[in-house]
């Protein structure tokens, strides 16, 4: 990899974006990276949760609009690699957390928003810069921000392109934490460590029940719940978990 690392340990990997010389902006080499990688975890059974974050101090500046190289294409060939790569992180079964210190802009933003906690630095920036750009929103905003929002506090964001501190962020509903820069990443590696330990098939469908609910209608969503515990209850997972809430004891889960 020439742009981000990956790391794993005990269930986590990390995928850190490393331009930090850039603030981590993304380049074509970045996207296609990234692609690869979601595609890898998303058929791991190994991998139990992913952190997405940045390295030196950002968290990522937005698409780098001015990097050389790459091969030449069409703009809608461009956004169509944006496009595949923000749906196969919303497509992963695993739990996903993004890790956020300093900007988090454009595409950036939303690839942090694109997971399903985030969590951030008390030194945070959120920004959906585009229209400062000339630009409309993209790398799935448009979709993400009126469902974790609102509407009318989506179309702020969008018009207006103002850069948001951690504590705004928070109070438009965009977070799910706030942190002191020096507890970020104990918090995460908590969170994250909790989640690889958790039940992968229960969570993975969980995931899926919570991300497809505002397509649902009620008798849907009670059907979709129906057939979820109906595999959960098949697993040796559950078997497992009430094993060990007769035993007094921590569950050990294996996806199976």
Known sequence: METIEVTRLAGVVTVTLNRPAKKNAITVRMWEELLATFREVGA?????????????????GGADLWAPGGPPRHGLAKMRQVGTVCQALHDLPQPTIAKVAGVAAGAGANLALGCDLVVCADDARFSQIFAKRGLTVDAGGSWLLPRLIGLAKAKELAFFAEMLTAEQADRFGLVNRVLP??????FVDDWAARLAGGPPIALAQTKRLLN??????MDEALAAEAASQT???????TAEA???FVAKREPSFRGR
């Open 44 to 60: 791991s059974d190994e991998d139990r949760v992913m952190v997405l974050t940045g390295a030196g101090g950002a968290f990522c």
């Open 181 to 186: 820069r020096d507890q970020l990443d104990a």
């Open 212 to 217: 497809g609910s505002f397509q649902m209608s």
């Open 231 to 237: 595999v959960n209850f098949a697993t040796k997972d």
């Open 242 to 244: 009430i094993e060990a």
